[in-house]
Each structure stands twice: as structure tokens, then as C-alpha cells.
């Protein structure tokens, strides 16, 4: 307890000294990304006053979920976003627990979630992955077609488009991180003109929160800071 309940001081520490660096007055989120860590730990951090999670693999995360649900412990509800790859056969427990998807990268995936989004919940809030650094082993639809892709996922009614989603490069070069994310930034600044909805700049982990947050992050997503390694 003692161990995840000082990294998460530090990290909203770290997150309060990069806004106060980026003279940023509006709050920076902190998603713990909790996937591969039981339910043991996830209480944990919860009890320290954490309640977004995220979650990156479709039938651990899911069990997980459900199991929470049954916990007394947990007096509060939490919220979950799914953020990693997801595949076409697999939308439909997504659509049925959780409450955002933030790996949206093409129009089938968004018309299944769709589809399969019960009635008795509220529309799904959902983030375009962009793959802002080109690299054909990572997801995401290119910088050219976000706009055209948010036109369309905007006329989905069990959908709520709030963003983009991105995960930069590793590289050694500061220079090129921040680069790629003040590309992030302009296109969500283009998508906030048009869509009044949008207001959800998710990228920066644990080794580029600061230049995320620097350029206009509004959600950091942090595990392994948090929960320790895998």
C-alpha cells in the first residue's frame, strides 16, 4: 500500500510541477493504466483516491470490471477506458463495460462499438488513435484522415467523440517526441473548432509527461510509475 500510495504523490506531483512549468491552469487527468495488474493492486490505488483506469486486453480487463462491480470495497464508481488495440470480433464486450475507448483508429471498429452499445447506457466516449509517428507496428489512422474519420464517427449516435489518442515514437531526442506531439495538439485544436464536444488531448506516459503536458496534454497515462513494472 505504502509503495503505490508514494507513486502516486509523486506522479501528481510531477503532473502539478509541469502544468505550474507550462503555465497550464486547466487539470491534466491521471489514467492508471492498470492492465496486467490484479484487483488487488487496483483497490489499492483506488483507496488512494484514484478512479480512472485503463485497460489494455479484452477479457482480463473485462473480468476485472466485473469482479469490481461485486466489491463492497469499491464505494465509488470507477471509470474505464480500454486503450489498446482492438479488434473487430472483439467490440462487443468493450461496448458492454466500459465507458470510453480511446483506440478508435478506423470507421468498422466505431460502427461496431456502435452497434453494440447497449440502450440502457449512455453513448460511448471514444478517442481517435492517431499514429503520429508513422510506424507501421503501432495502430492508429495518419494525421490526413483524423478529420475525415471524425466526420464520420460524429454521426454515430451511440458514440460521443471527446478526442485523440496518440503514443509517440521512443527515441532518445526530446526534440522529436515534442515535435510529434505538437502535431497532436494542432489537429486537436482543428477538431475542437469544429465539434463542441472535444476536449480530450490524451498522450504522455511516465518518460514524456512533460512535453506532453507542455504541449497541451489534457490526459496522462501512467502504469508502470504507478503500479511498477509488469
Given at each position: 500500500?505504502?509503495?503505490?500510495?508514494?507513486?502516486?504523490?509523486?506522479?501528481?506531483?510531477?503532473?502539478?510541477?509541469?502544468?505550474?512549468?507550462?503555465?497550464?491552469?486547466?487539470?491534466?487527468?491521471?489514467?492508471?493504466?492498470?492492465?496486467?495488474?490484479?484487483?488487488?493492486?487496483?483497490?489499492q490505488?483506488?483507496?488512494?483516491?484514484?478512479?480512472?483506469?485503463?485497460?489494455?486486453?479484452?477479457?482480463?480487463s473485462?473480468?476485472?470490471?466485473?469482479?469490481?462491480?461485486?466489491?463492497?470495497?469499491?464505494?465509488?464508481p470507477?471509470?474505464?477506458?480500454?486503450?489498446?488495440?482492438?479488434?473487430?470480433?472483439?467490440?462487443?464486450?468493450?461496448?458492454?463495460?466500459?465507458d470510453?475507448?480511446q483506440?478508435?483508429?478506423?470507421?468498422?471498429?466505431?460502427?461496431?462499438?456502435?452497434?453494440?452499445?447497449?440502450?440502457?447506457?449512455?453513448?460511448?466516449?471514444?478517442?481517435?488513435?492517431?499514429?503520429?509517428?508513422g510506424?507501421?507496428?503501432?495502430?492508429?489512422?495518419?494525421?490526413?484522415?483524423?478529420?475525415?474519420?471524425?466526420?464520420?464517427?460524429?454521426?454515430?449516435?451511440?458514440?460521443?467523440?471527446?478526442?485523440?489518442?496518440?503514443?509517440?515514437?521512443?527515441?532518445?531526442?526530446?526534440?522529436?517526441i515534442?515535435?510529434?506531439?505538437?502535431?497532436l495538439?494542432?489537429?486537436?485544436?482543428?477538431?475542437?473548432?469544429?465539434?463542441?464536444?472535444i476536449?480530450?488531448?490524451?498522450?504522455g506516459?511516465?518518460?514524456?509527461?512533460?512535453?506532453?503536458?507542455?504541449?497541451?496534454?489534457?490526459?496522462?497515462?501512467?502504469?508502470?510509475?504507478?503500479?511498477?513494472a509488469?
Open positions: 500500500m505504502t509503495t503505490i500510495s508514494n507513486n502516486i504523490v509523486a506522479i501528481q506531483q510531477k503532473i502539478a510541477n509541469a502544468s505550474q512549468a507550462a503555465q497550464r491552469v486547466d487539470e491534466v487527468q491521471l489514467l492508471a493504466v492498470s492492465k496486467t495488474k490484479p484487483v488487488a493492486l487496483i483497490k490505488a483506488f483507496l488512494q483516491g484514484l478512479t480512472h483506469f485503463g485497460e489494455n486486453y479484452v477479457q482480463e473485462v473480468e476485472k470490471i466485473l469482479q469490481i462491480k461485486d466489491d463492497k470495497e469499491f464505494d465509488r470507477l471509470t474505464w477506458y480500454f486503450i489498446g488495440p482492438l479488434q473487430s470480433n472483439k467490440t462487443r464486450p468493450v461496448a458492454e463495460n466500459f470510453w475507448v483506440s478508435v483508429d478506423r470507421l468498422k471498429i466505431a460502427q461496431r462499438l456502435d452497434q453494440q452499445r447497449p440502450e440502457h447506457l449512455p453513448a460511448i466516449n471514444i478517442c481517435l488513435q492517431v499514429n503520429i509517428s510506424e507501421s507496428s503501432k495502430s492508429g489512422t495518419t494525421l490526413s484522415e483524423v478529420m475525415e474519420l471524425a466526420e464520420q464517427v460524429q454521426d454515430l449516435p451511440r458514440l460521443k467523440l471527446r478526442g485523440i489518442m496518440a503514443i509517440p515514437e521512443k527515441s532518445d531526442n526530446p526534440d522529436v515534442k515535435q510529434q506531439f505538437k502535431a495538439e494542432l489537429i486537436y485544436k482543428q477538431l475542437q473548432q469544429q465539434y463542441s464536444d476536449d480530450t488531448l490524451s498522450m506516459m511516465s518518460g514524456d509527461l512533460e512535453s506532453a503536458i507542455e504541449c497541451g496534454s489534457t490526459m496522462v497515462r501512467i502504469g508502470t510509475d504507478i503500479f511498477g509488469r
